[in-house]
């Protein structure tokens, strides 16, 4: 129980936390394995977009950041395979490169869920409200630095590592605004949703987004104007 003299603090690791168990909820659930997240997190000074696919995506309200997840080429395809055949789709008909468009939409796809997944959190747990912008997807052959100094009044930034139902390794990395929650008083968070609607609205959501043609993973050509457009 917090007291005015012995409040009960959230700070950047538990935003973090946060964040992890959003993302080993949503892809244990689209994929139908187990993703799961290192005990050890990592203080770095920069985020970056790294090869083989990175995604990022901004988000700003009670608190502003950037979270990026990077993807190597063989996590992503394990990811994307496994969500498609969890879908009930043949594994005649999946695309078989990491550079595939298929493969970045789903990626997108996936990454849109989990943010909404932690945006919902965060209203629960902290009773504040954040807003996303639509993830970004670029196949990459080279490291990309994403500098949010600009943005953030005093970033921290934190890398963890994140591990497939295969071993496959990919990276999770958030900067926020230097921040503290307070909790003033007791209360009792809204529920979460439960793993069987989850599941059944990251299907549907999928196969809707996929018959309507979703958005595009960003091309080479476009890069520069996109983290242009950001102030990146």
Not at 59 to 87: C, K, P, R, T
């Amino acid at each position: 129980m917090s007291t005015p003299e012995n409040p009960v603090v959230f700070g950047t690791e538990d935003i973090l936390m946060s964040l992890c168990n959003s993302v080993s909820k949503v892809l244990t659930a689209a994929t139908n394995s187990q993703i799961h997240y290192s005990g050890m997190v990592q203080r770095i000074t920069k985020t970056c977009l790294k090869p083989d696919i990175g995604c990022f995506v901004l988000f700003d309200g009670g608190f502003s950041g950037l979270v990026v997840i990077n993807f190597s080429a063989q996590s992503a395809m394990e990811l994307y395979e496994s969500y498609m055949l969890n879908m009930g789709m043949a594994k005649a008909d999946l695309a078989s490169s990491h550079t595939s468009e298929d493969v970045g939409n789903v990626m997108g796809e996936l990454m849109n869920q989990i943010v909404g997944d932690f945006t919902g959190n965060v209203a629960r747990e902290l009773q504040t409200h954040i807003t996303q912008n639509q993830p970004k997807m670029l196949v990459l052959n080279k490291q990309v630095m994403l500098s949010v100094d600009m943005n953030l009044d005093k970033p921290e930034a934190r890398r963890v590592t994140f591990f497939t139902g295969r071993n496959n390794i990919f990276y999770l990395e958030l900067a926020i605004d230097r921040t503290e929650f307070i909790k003033l008083f007791d209360f009792e968070p809204q529920e979460a949703p439960d793993p069987d609607s989850l599941i059944a609205n990251a299907q549907a959501g999928a196969a809707s987004a996929r018959s309507a043609q979703p958005a595009k993973p960003v091309s080479s050509n476009d890069r520069d104007n996109l983290l242009d457009s950001l102030g990146m």
